[in-house]
C-alpha cells in the first residue's frame, strides 16, 4: 500500500499538476482532501475523492469518539509540559487548545488510513501535523518517505522533516494567510491601498531588523526592558493610557464572527467617557480594525522581537533543552517529535506574549478582561495573566454555538456571555459550569430596534444602484454548496423576469480560505448571467442589507437569525439534500419555509412576495426563535455587558 501527502496554500497550485501526479499512483487509490474545490475537480474526473470534513462531521458519535481520543492525548500532553512555567504562568494554558485541534486532525487522518488502501492526502496549508500522519501510516504498513509534497504551481517541492525546515514552512504559511486575506479586502479596497499595506509590511520589516540588530548589543533583560519601554509609550500616546478599566484581547480576521458583536460595547464605552483598550498581536486583526475605524493598540513588532530574543537567550536555549530530554521519557505520545517545532514556535510566543501581558496588565487598575472567545494564544494568556492579578474575565461566546464536543476545551475565561438560552444550553451540554454563563442578549443584534428598512433601501440603492422601488432578494448562505451554481443563475433570471432586485451576501469565510472555491463559483455564475442585473459581495454591510430585503434565503447559516430579528420572510434551501441534523433548522420554529426542490422555491417566493402568502405562520414562528437566540430581544444586550464589565467585582 501507498500513503502520499500533498499540500498548498490557497492558489498557488495547479490542477494538472495533480492530474499528473495521481498517474503514478498505483490503482485503485482514494484522495482525501479538506478542500471542496479540490474534491469537486477529482470528482468530476471519476478520482475517488473523500471530503476530509464531510467524513468526520462536528457532532455524532464519530465527533464524540474523535474528541475523547484527542482528549486522552492532549492529557498526556499536559503532562509533558507539567512544571513548564514562565513568570509563574503556565506555558501550556496558551496553546492547549490550538494542540487538541492538532490532535483532532491527526486522529482523523488515522481512522482513514485503519481502512487499507492506496491513499494521498492533499491539504490545503501546511502542518507539522502531517509528518505524524506519515508516521502513523508507516506503523500501519503504508510504504512512505517521510515528506510532504508542496505544490506549488506546476511544480511538486518536497519538504524532509527537520526543524528548520519545519519552522520555515509554519512562518510561510503565516505570510501566505495574510496576504490572502489583505488581498480580498473587498472592492471599497482601491489597488493603491492594497499596495500601501504592502508597502508598510516591508517597513515594518526593515524597522524590525535595524532595531533588532541594537537590541542584540544588549543583555537579555535590558533588550527587553527597552522593548516595554516601547509599549509604555505606544500606551502613553492614546487617551486611555494605563487608566484603563476594561481591556480587551482579540486576535481575530473574522469581523462577522469575532467582532461585530463587540462593536456596540465599545460605542458605549465611548459614550460614556470609560477608559478601555483593545490589545491585539496579529496583523490581520489590525487590518480588520483599522478597516473599521476602532481605536486599538498592536503588539506585533514588540512580540515577534521579544521572540528572537527569548529563543536566544540563555532562558530560551536552557527551555529548549528541557523539552528535548523530555521527549525520551514521552517518546510514545502521539505526533510529539514531528509536532516539536510547532511546539516550540508555539511556547516562544507564549513566553513572548507572557512578558508583554504582564507587564500592562500589572500596571492598570483593571476592573475586568473581555476576549473574543477565539481561543488564540493572546487571549488563553490574557485569561491567565489576570487570574494572577485577581482580575475577573469575560468570554464573548460566537452564536449561535453548536454542541460540537471539541468546543468543549474551547473556552478558560471565568464568566461566559451568551445571547439566548440556546446557547446556554449548549454551552450546559458540553460540561460548562452553569454559575459561568450569563444569557445577556446580542449586541450586534441592538441596533436591530433602530433600522428603518426605508431608510436602508435608499442606502443601498445610492451605494449599489439596488433600486429601491422593487423588492429585493437576498441570499447568504453559510458556504457554497455543489449545485449553487446551477440554481443561482436561475434565481437571477426568475428575479429579472419578474422586476425584483437580486443581492448575493457570500460568505466572509472565503475571504482568507478556498478562495479558490469561491472565485469558481462567481465566474461560473457570472457565466450564465450575462446582461442580467445582480450583485454578488463579500464586504456589504448584513444588517442594512437584511433591513432592506423583502426576503431572505439562507441554509443554516446564523444570518437567518438576522433576518428573522428584523422579521424577514426567511426561506431555507437545502438543494443537495445535505444531513442537516447538526445546524439550525428555522423550519422546525415554522421561522422558515423548506425547500429542497428549486420549482418550488420559485412558486414560494411569488406567493410570499406577490400575494402575501405564510406571512402570519411566520411570524408566529419568528417568535419562538428571538425567545432561544437573543435574550429578551430589547436592544439593551448592550447595556447588561457594559454593567457587568465596569462593575464586576474582583476575587
Known amino acids: 500500500m501507498e500513503c502520499h501527502f500533498l499540500t498548498f496554500y490557497g492558489k498557488e497550485f495547479s490542477y494538472d499538476t495533480i492530474i499528473k501526479y495521481l498517474g503514478n499512483v498505483t490503482k485503485p487509490y482514494r484522495v482525501i482532501t479538506n478542500n471542496t474545490e479540490v474534491h469537486k475537480i477529482l ?56 494542540l487538541l485541534l492538532q490532535l483532532s486532525y491527526i486522529i482523523k487522518a488515522r481512522k482513514v488510513l485503519e481502512i487499507k488502501k492506496n491513499t494521498i492526502f492533499i491539504f490545503e496549508r501546511f502542518s507539522t501535523a502531517y509528518f505524524a500522519i506519515m508516521k502513523i501510516a508507516a506503523e500501519l504498513g503504508y510504504h512512505r518517505e517521510l515528506r510532504i509534497g508542496l505544490l506549488r504551481n506546476n511544480k511538486i517541492e518536497f519538504i524532509k522533516q527537520d526543524e528548520s525546515n519545519s519552522s520555515s514552512y509554519i512562518d510561510r ?9 489583505v488581498n480580498s479586502l473587498g472592492t471599497d479596497n482601491s489597488l ?13 520589516s526593515l524597522s524590525f531588523k535595524r532595531f533588532f540588530k541594537k537590541l542584540c548589543n544588549k543583555k537579555t533583560n535590558e533588550s527587553i526592558l527597552t522593548i516595554l519601554d516601547k509599549i ?3 500606551i502613553y500616546k492614546t487617551d486611555s493610557k494605563y487608566n484603563t478599566i476594561c481591556a480587551m484581547f482579540f486576535t481575530t480576521a473574522r469581523l462577522d464572527l469575532f467582532l461585530r458583536p463587540i462593536q456596540p460595547i465599545l460605542v458605549k464605552f465611548a459614550h460614556e467617557g470609560i477608559p478601555y ?4 498581536t496579529d496583523i490581520a486583526t489590525s487590518l480588520v480594525l483599522s478597516k473599521e475605524n476602532i481605536p486599538f493598540v498592536s503588539f506585533f513588532e514588540e512580540l515577534n522581537m521579544l521572540i528572537e530574543i527569548l529563543r536566544t537567550s540563555e532562558e530560551g536555549k536552557e527551555l529548549k533543552e528541557r523539552i528535548e530530554r523530555r521527549i525520551l521519557q514521552f517518546h510514545s505520545l502521539l505526533g510529539i517529535e514531528e509536532l516539536m517545532p510547532d511546539l516550540l514556535s508555539k511556547i516562544y510566543r507564549a513566553m513572548a506574549t507572557i512578558v508583554i501581558l504582564d507587564h500592562i496588565i500589572g500596571k492598570m487598575k483593571l476592573k475586568s478582561i473581555l476576549d473574543g472567545g477565539t481561543g488564540e494564544v493572546l487571549e488563553n494568556l490574557a485569561i491567565e495573566i489576570a487570574k494572577k492579578y485577581k482580575i475577573t474575565s469575560f468570554s464573548m461566546v460566537p452564536s449561535p454555538p453548536t454542541p460540537s464536543p471539541i468546543f468543549a476545551d474551547w473556552f478558560h475565561a471565568d464568566r461566559f456571555f451568551v445571547e439566548g438560552s440556546q446557547g446556554a444550553e449548549v454551552m450546559k451540554s458540553l460540561g460548562y459550569d452553569a454559575k459561568k454563563i450569563l444569557v445577556v442578549g446580542g449586541p450586534r443584534y441592538d441596533h436591530f430596534k433602530k433600522l428603518d428598512s426605508i431608510k436602508s433601501k435608499a442606502i443601498l440603492e445610492h451605494k449599489y444602484k439596488v433600486s429601491q422601488k422593487k423588492k429585493l432578494v437576498v441570499i447568504a448562505m453559510s458556504r457554497w454548496h455543489e449545485n449553487d451554481d446551477v440554481w443561482v443563475p436561475n434565481l437571477i433570471k426568475f428575479c429579472n423576469e419578474n422586476n425584483l432586485e437580486f443581492v448575493m451576501k457570500i460568505h466572509p469565510t472565503y475571504k482568507v480560505a478556498s478562495q479558490n472555491v469561491s472565485e469558481g463559483k462567481i465566474r461560473s455564475i457570472g457565466k450564465k448571467c ?3 442585473k445582480y ?56 421561522a422558515s419555509l423548506y425547500v429542497e426542490d428549486y420549482e418550488k422555491l420559485e412558486k414560494t417566493i411569488s406567493d410570499i412576495l406577490f400575494k402575501n402568502m405564510y406571512l402570519d405562520e411566520l411570524s408566529n414562528g419568528r417568535k419562538r426563535v428571538m425567545e432561544k437566540y437573543n435574550y429578551l430581544n430589547d436592544g439593551k444586550a448592550t447595556e447588561r455587558i457594559f454593567d457587568l464589565l465596569i462593575t464586576h467585582p474582583t476575587y
Not at 493603491?192 to 515594518?204: D, G, L, Q, S
Not at 483598550?277 to 491585539?280: A, E, L, M, S, Y
Not at 450583485?535 to 437567518?560: C, E
Open 192 to 204: 493603491a491601498k492594497i499596495n500601501i499595506i504592502r508597502f508598510a509590511f516591508i517597513i515594518i
Open 173 to 181: 504559511t503565516a505570510r501566505v494567510r495574510l496576504i490572502n486575506f
Open 43 to 98: 470528482t468530476q474526473k471519476q478520482v475517488d475523492s473523500i471530503n476530509f470534513a464531510d467524513a468526520f462531521p462536528e457532532e455524532g458519535q464519530l465527533a464524540e469518539e474523535i474528541y475523547k481520543c484527542s482528549k486522552i492525548s492532549l492529557e498526556q500532553y499536559r503532562c509533558f509540559f507539567d512544571g513548564v512555567s514562565f513568570r509563574e504562568i503556565d506555558i501550556f494554558r496558551g496553546f492547549e487548545y490550538q
Open 232 to 234: 509604555d509609550k505606544k
Open 535 to 590: 450583485l454578488m459581495t463579500y464586504d456589504i454591510d448584513l444588517s442594512l442589507l437584511l433591513s432592506a430585503a423583502d426576503l431572505v434565503i439562507t441554509d443554516w447559516s446564523s444570518v437567518g437569525i438576522e433576518a428573522v430579528l428584523l422579521e424577514k420572510p426567511l426561506l431555507t434551501v437545502n438543494f443537495t439534500k445535505e444531513y442537516i441534523e447538526p445546524y439550525m433548522r428555522y423550519h422546525e420554529f415554522q
Open 277 to 280: 483598550h483593545i490589545f491585539t
Open 530 to 532: 450575462n446582461n442580467l
